[in-house]
């Protein structure tokens, strides 16, 4: 559901054009779908369902990659997560996949329809050299950026 109401104002906040994007745990693939329309130069779909990654759209620059919370992601400029933040238990090795893919000025934003995120995960970000800045958003829902930890600003 958060990952619907982020697409209702994404374009006010993320620009894709011409840069390399991970949908992380992509599901129906709404996200990485968004960033291919909005001239996205590569979108990795990254899903550990096969279900899921057999959805990915038939475009040059989409590419579906079996992905298990943990393992390394190729780097990227963008990386978008909508509703993976339901499992405490998976939240560190789900954060060791974000930190892979990011460099000094790529951003991951994720999103979740709870008011409240677990406090944790600000400190798990922090032991892993990533800064994490959180907001409620109108459309009911949180959005979380996250940054190297030189990095930072949500409007």
């Known amino acids: 559901p958060a990952g619907t109401r982020f697409l209702n104002e ?3 906040l993320v620009d894709v054009r011409g840069r390399d994007v991970i949908d992380l745990g992509c599901g129906q693939g709404r996200l990485g779908r968004w960033a291919l ?3 996205a130069s590569r979108v990795v779909f990254a899903d550990l369902s ?3 990654l057999a959805s990915v759209p038939a ?5 579906a990659l079996p992905h298990l919370w943990g393992e390394a ?3 990227c400029d963008v990386l978008l997560g909508g509703d993976i933040l339901y499992r405490p238990a998976s939240f ?3 954060l060791d996949s974000v930190r892979s893919a990011l460099g000094p000025a790529s951003q991951a934003w994720l999103v979740d329809p709870r008011s409240t995120l677990e406090p944790e995960l600000p400190v798990l970000a922090a032991e892993r050299g990533l800064r994490w800045e959180q907001r409620r958003r109108p459309g009911g829902y949180t959005l979380v950026l996250v940054q190297m930890a030189a990095e930072m600003g949500i409007a």
Not at 59 to 63: E, K, L
């Open 10 to 12: 994404i374009a006010e």
């Open 37 to 39: 329309e909005h001239g």
């Open 50 to 52: 096969a279900e899921a």
């Open 59 to 63: 475009d040059g620059r989409a590419v």
């Open 73 to 75: 992601l190729p780097r």
């Open 92 to 94: 560190p090795v789900l």
